[in-house]
């Protein structure tokens, strides 16, 4: 049997990047996959290239800001898979401002984004994966989120949010016996369109792929890892110094 067989997933972002490796990763491995995302026609591309790989997933527009959005989302699964397994908050932005040209306006939008977003996902899923009996929430954080960048301060402080609110609802889940597990993975240089323009050529940089992400979510998303639990897995190539 495959890792994800006769689960379901919904993944945030998951119109391209790493949220669309993991999306394809995943139905790969038997999951019935959610893709949410707010760009519609990316969204279908990758739910039709997972049809065609023979696995099974519908597009939801999905505004991760939004808490009704996440409630119609919630009752969409329902609705189309009954239950739901596993939920990845990969959704988020990044600012390449140091912090004395950072507005109150952009530090206020890219908390929403990165950490407000992964708060209403959590709430919502836990919801809903008390209804299934239990599962794993898994975050895309960065390593950012755990020494820092002297460059990205807003960036920083939002994934250094999203780090320990993985770490305080992973401990709320095992002291109330819900059998969710919640964790997080920190990705260094990713290998996108976006990664690359946030990085200067004078920079050595060890680029991860999108895939190489997703390969660490099915990890902590499936019953291999069934002891862990508000763990931080860095991924960056040894460059990552706390």
Known sequence: MSWMEEKTALITGAASGIGKATALLLAREGARVAVTDLHPDQGQLVVEEIQRQGGTAVFISLDVTREADWAAAMAMVEREFSNLNVLVNN??????????????SEWQQLMTVNLDSVILGTKHGLKALRK?????????????G??????????????????????????????NKLNIRVNSVHPGAVDTAVGRSFFTEQETIRW??????????????????AFITGSSLVMDGGQHKP
């Open 91 to 104: 959704a988020g932005a990044m600012l390449p401002k140091n912090l004395e040209d950072t507005t109150l």
């Open 208 to 225: 991860l792929k999108p895939e190489d992400i997703a390969q660490a979510i099915l990890f902590l998303a499936g019953d291999d890892a």
């Open 132 to 144: 299934t009996g239990g599962g794993a929430i898994v975050n895309v954080s960065s390593v950012s």
């Open 146 to 175: 755990l020494s820092g960048h002297p460059l990205w301060a807003a960036y920083s402080a939002s994934k250094g949010g999203v780090t320990l609110l993985t770490k305080s609802t992973a401990l709320y889940c095992t002291k």
